[in-house]
């Protein structure tokens, strides 16, 4: 059974950092694409931060980028978002994705495995 299980949540001041993992297991997704997407209540799921299968090429939402950095430990099948500079719209909960292929995607059609999401709340 594939799983791919975040952590790293959390309540945090906004201008603070949080880091996530997403660990997976059952497959390597070593030749995969990663991805996190964030859903706050009342919306749609949305695009963060993609990677590439060699973590050589990533691309992120205009509303996280300069702020969030995503990578990843083939070695452990993990995959991190560095989160700074925290603001309260960024309050959600936090997907990990995994990749149909290895080329990054933004869209939620690229990823067919996916974790069970980390609550993270930004306050003021």
């Known amino acids: ?29 070593s030749s995969n694409a990663m991805a996190w997407f964030r859903q706050a209540p009342g919306k749609e799921r949305e695009f963060v931060a993609t990677i590439n299968w060699s973590g050589d090429s990533t691309n992120y939402a205009d509303s996280v980028k300069g702020r969030f950095t995503i990578s990843r430990d083939n070695a452990k099948n993990t995959v991190y978002l ?26 939620l059609n690229g990823y067919n495995y996916w974790g069970q999401g980390t609550q993270v709340t930004v306050s003021s």
């Not at 791919?4 to 997403?22: M, T």
């Not at 719209?89 to 990054?104: F, K, L, P, S």
Request: contains cysteine; glycine residues 16%.
């Open 1 to 29: 059974q594939v799983r791919l299980v975040e952590s790293g949540g959390g309540l945090v001041q906004a201008g603070g950092s949080l880091r996530l993992s997403c660990t997976a297991s059952g497959r390597t997704f």
């Open 82 to 107: 560095q989160m700074s500079s925290l603001k309260q719209e960024d309050t959600a909960v936090y997907y990990c994705a995994g990749g149909r292929n290895g080329y990054r995607s933004s869209s």
